[in-house]
C-alpha cells in the first residue's frame, strides 16, 4: 500500500478550508496530477456524490471516486474502486486558533497479483504528493506542519 500525508496550518477558519476541500472540483486547482473534475451523480459533497477524476501518473486514467462519509465541517471520506486499485482520499479539517488545520491522507492499495509493484508504487506516490502538498499550501495560503 501506498499511503501519503500532508497538513496544512492556514489562516482560513475550519467551515471555509472545509467548504474549499469538499469541493471536490477544485481539486484541479492544487493537483497537478488531476487534469479534471466532473460531478457524475449527486448534489454537493454528500455521501454517494460521484466525481470523475481525469488523472496523470505515468498516464492518464479517470478515476470515480464516490463520497463515502461527510462530516461538515470536519472530514469527507472518498474512495474510488478499479480494476487495479484502490484510493482512498480522506480530508480532516481542526480548528486552531483563529485558522485551522487541513489534513489530507490518502492510500493507494493495489489488488491482487500487482502488489508486487507495492515498492515502486510507494515511490511514485511520495513524488505525486509531494507535487500536490505545495498546491494544497498555495490555494489555502498555509504552511507544511507535522501530521
Known sequence: ???YVTSVATPLSAAEAFAYMADITRFVE???????VVRVAGHGAG???TYDLKVEAGGT???RYEVTEYEPPRRILLVARTTFLTSVDEVRVDAAG???????DAKLTL?????LFDPLL???????GDRAAVGLRRVLSGRAVAA
Open 1 to 3: 500500500m501506498a499511503h
Open 30 to 36: 492544487w493537483d497537478p496530477g488531476v487534469k479534471r
Open 47 to 49: 455521501v454517494g456524490t
Open 61 to 63: 486514467t479517470v478515476m
Open 98 to 104: 483563529s485558522g485551522s488545520i487541513v489534513t489530507y
Open 111 to 115: 489488488h491482487g497479483p500487482l502488489t
Open 122 to 128: 510507494r515511490l511514485a506516490f511520495r513524488r505525486i
